[in-house]
């Protein structure tokens, strides 16, 4: 299997990955959006060296993906496969904060690997409901939210275009590929020649099938715009659903939620 | 009654690039018939079609569809009446979703919402794909984007269809009802194809075309059985002629 | 190049935000203002093959690392600018979507990283004015790889400035740049030839199609414009960050930091607000903010001690207890929201 179609596969398996008879399908669009972006900005908004006022907030990514019956497994390995990139910038932050700001008995934690925990979390956060939000809604879906949050036109249709291309487009890549890799034998890698090659026979395929396309379109009436018919609706569960976790998050980040039980417990312990 | 004749008068193409594509191409289709038009790879099959549809227009001659001649300014009023299949159904389905696809047409030509919601399932009731209305096109399988894209032009309700290699890459099964399908439509029907079996099962006249110019008219029987023009063309007797 | 969220915070995120949108805005306007319908379609498909350009690979001479295409430059040749930008627009937004390819706040940030540059810089200024509209196949080379490595390297720098500004990473200014600039330099240059590659063979091929792409784009590009362009967004980060610092103290403090509980200023916290003031007497927030030269030590071990109180690393005992007991609740909710959707479904004969 090339990277292509391994890179397809996970992203057709991701589109609308759950369309279980929960009530999570029929939540608007918009709803999920916007409780999303919360999600992110309330998140992003603590502090450096935050790490007890974050967790609460797992509570929200974890209950969606339950609702929603997506697999967190699926979850969990996209999440590993894009780590690398805050881990490199992040790894950076026990380098070169040393001081130590933490006594667990003997142990002292820097600072540096303090913050590094939190930017991991917060991580794991924020990656995680950006791709719950796909495989919930569907991308389709989350267009049409767009188009109704007053998102121009002219850039949704492109994204609904791209989107319906890039299974095609991709699978004339892998195509090439393939029959790159079938003749290449010991060599591994491609030549940045015979990229530019395969790039170029691409995008002269891909020239022409726009044209093609475009003719199609033509023929149907086609005159500039593309006709959208859906009418979203919100529904009052809509509307509470984004109020009500809104609500939670921000008391999630004005209160230390994770201290206060510990307190309440250990009061109810001794 | 009128606008399903389909006459061209010596039509002329030239592409930008300079390549002449048609040479003087004259017919005259009546309404109802059934048109095969076959020919060598090249020959212009797929630059004629487009003529028929306004996406090309000559250099010299005329097409009519109906009475009217077909002119740019015209142009969208023809198209109401000719529906064209293309050879790749992944050029036709560009929406999100086969029932956005199916759509478009009537929405582009100012249907308001009920009727394109009718016209679409009636559309995808014919051609038997009424459960892939919310399908995106590329979770489908190739006979069934064969029978959405003819949906597609289908829900405009036209008098004429002109469809270009239909029966290519699909499975036998899927040809059979492809077949099958097109037998009952009653339209003015014009097919480019190699499937010359599908002409024989399709079309009582046939047209061959090579390198530009019409060089055979007639019944379709006698075309398949004049060896020698089939020779000159790059084609043979249709399989189940053959062994006879 | 593609910014996670776990770095940056809601100011830097948001600004940015601020500023792609409305230059998504004016995109859209200018692309639909201009009448040649068949851009649509070729918007679409461009922006697939580029996707799927970006999913293969090769191997970089001489470093046998590989790398893959960036894409900006060539759609920006083919399409002109607004259209180009709104193509590497939704290709950024569905990266980001389906792959987490850059987190959602931090979209802002890439589209404008990797779209801006090279669609309303690098390409009017450099490619148009060294290639114009009849190259010949040497400015060709020139002009796009020229373009390439000098969008790549504003990317690159707004990379680091955004980071920097977000101070969630400790990597000091000097050192963020000494990484990011050589390497995106190198990969600049592979771009440009790749492009110039590319653009060469369609000129060949298809002399036709890039014609009419320049035909098309009317190049009303001046300077002037984008310098202004440019200015306006200085002004709105630098001033979004002093109406922070200045006008809403406690809004400033509840973004950067919170103790348990309490809303007092705590000393740690007066050090960082100190810096933010000093920034609103500046226009430009780059000079002062942010930019250790020196890791924490000094100045920053005082700072980190005062500002001891100010970390919620769970430490405490309670906060342990809580911060365990927090999570196990988690998972607790999960496995019921799970099964009971798992009954609802069974009762359901669904």
Known sequence: MTKVETVLGSMNGMNGLSRGNTFIRHLDPRAMLITAMAFIVVVTSFGKYDILGLLPLVIYPVSLMALGNVSFRSIGKKLVYVSPFAIVIGIFNPLFDNQILVQIGDVGISGGWVSFGAIMIKFVLTVSVALILVALSGFEEICHALVKLKVPKVFVSQLLFMHRYIYVMADEASRMVRAHTLRSFKRRGMKISVFCSIISQLLLRTLDRAHRIHTAMVSRGFAGEIPVMHGLKAAPGDVAFVLLWSAFFVLARLYNLPQWLGFFVMEGLT | MSHHIVEAHDLEYTYPDGTRALYGVSFRITHGESVGLVGANGAGKSTLLQHLSGCLFPVSGTVHIGDFPLTKRNVDDVRRHVGMIFQDPDDQLFMPSVFEDVAFGPLNLGMPPQEVEKRVMDALAVVGATHLANRPPYKISGGEKRAVAIATVLSMAPDILVLDEPSSGLDPRSRRQLIDLLKAFTHTKIIATHDLDLVMDLCERTMVISSGRIVADGPTMEIFSDETLLTDNHLEKPLRMQGV | ?350
């Open chain 3, 1 to 350: 190049m593609h910014m996670a969220d776990a770095l940056i915070t809601p100011v830097v995120g948001g600004t940015m935000w601020a500023v792609t949108a409305s230059l998504t805005v004016y995109c859209a306007h200018k692309v639909k203002e201009d009448l040649d319908e068949r851009k649509v379609p070729l918007m679409g498909v461009l922006g697939a093959f580029i996707f799927a350009a970006q999913m293969i690979n090769f191997t970089i001479p001489a470093t046998g690392s590989s790398g893959h295409l960036g894409g900006g430059m060539i759609l920006a040749i083919l399409l002109g600018p607004h259209a180009a930008f709104l193509v590497m627009a939704s290709i950024l937004t569905v990266q980001a979507l389906f792959f987490a390819d850059g987190g959602l706040l931090a979209l802002g940030c890439n589209i404008f990283n990797l779209g801006f540059f090279p669609c309303f810089l690098a390409y009017p200024f450099i490619y148009r004015k060294i290639a114009g509209d009849d190259p010949t196949k040497a400015r060709l080379i020139t002009g796009a790889t020229l373009a390439s490595i000098i969008a790549l390297q504003l990317g690159a720098f707004g990379v680091v400035l955004e980071t920097i500004a977000s101070n969630i990473s400790e990597l000091p200014f000097s050192t963020f740049v000494l990484l990011m600039q050589p390497i995106h330099l190198a990969i600049g240059i592979v771009e440009g030839l790749v492009t110039a590659a590319v653009i060469t063979f369609v000129w060949n091929a298809r002399p036709e199609i890039l014609r009419m792409a320049h035909e098309r784009i009317t190049g009303d590009f001046s300077m002037k414009k984008v310098l202004a362009g440019l200015a306006i967004v200085a002004v709105l980060t630098g001033g979004i960050f002093s109406w922070f610092a200045s006008a809403h103290p406690d809004g400033l403090e509840w973004a950067m930091f919170h103790t348990s509980g309490a809303e007092e200023l705590e000393p740690g916290a007066n050090a960082a607000y100190e810096v933010l003031a000093g920034v609103q007497e500046k226009t430009a927030f780059m000079p002062d903010y942010g930019f250790r030269e020196t890791a924490s030590g000094g100045d920053e071990g005082e700072e980190a001690e005062e500002s001891w109180p100010a970390v919620n690393a769970g430490t405490t005992t309670a906060g342990l207890v809580g911060g365990f007991l927090t999570l196990l609740l988690a998972g607790l909710i999960g496995f019921t929201l799970k099964h009971i959707g798992r009954t609802r479904e069974t009762i359901t004969g669904a």
